[in-house]
Nanobody, 124 residues
Framework: QVQVVESGGGLVQAGGSLRLSCAAS????????MGWFRQAPGKERDFVAA????????HYADSVKGRFTISRNNVKNTVYLQMNSLKTEDTAVYYC?????????????????WGQGTQVTVSS
């Protein structure tokens, strides 16, 4: 059974950095897409970044381009989201998701497996 578990959230001041981790288990993830989404209170769950497990091709939402970096460690079966120059509007619950589709999906409807989320709070 596929499982993804996020960690690394917390409280940080604006301009600071955090690194989120997503540990995936349950199968070999070659060919899978790994994505990060976020959901602020009262808002929809929005796409942040995605990476193809095979080849490491990445894609970002415009709002985080140049500040966030998604990467993966094949040995540890873990995907990371390095977040720099954080802004108060980055405050949200961050979710990791995966799908065997093998494309850089932005729609949350394309992802089948989800984690429970980790809270990121950026203070001014």
């Amino acid at each position: 059974q596929v499982q993804v578990v996020e960690s690394g959230g917390g409280l940080v001041q604006a301009g600071g950095s955090l690194r989120l981790s997503c540990a995936a288990s349950g199968r070999t993830f070659r060919g899978y897409t790994m994505g990060w989404f976020r959901q602020a209170p009262g808002k929809e769950r929005d796409f942040v970044a995605a990476i193809l497990w095979s080849g490491g091709i990445t894609h970002y939402a415009d709002s985080v381009k140049g500040r966030f970096t998604i990467s993966r460690n094949n040995v540890k079966n873990t995907v990371y989201l390095q977040m720099n120059s954080l802004k108060t509007e980055d405050t949200a619950v961050y979710y990791c998701a995966t799908d065997p589709g093998g494309r850089l999906y932005e729609s949350r409807n394309e992802y089948y497996y989800w984690g429970q989320g980790t809270q990121v709070t950026v203070s001014s």
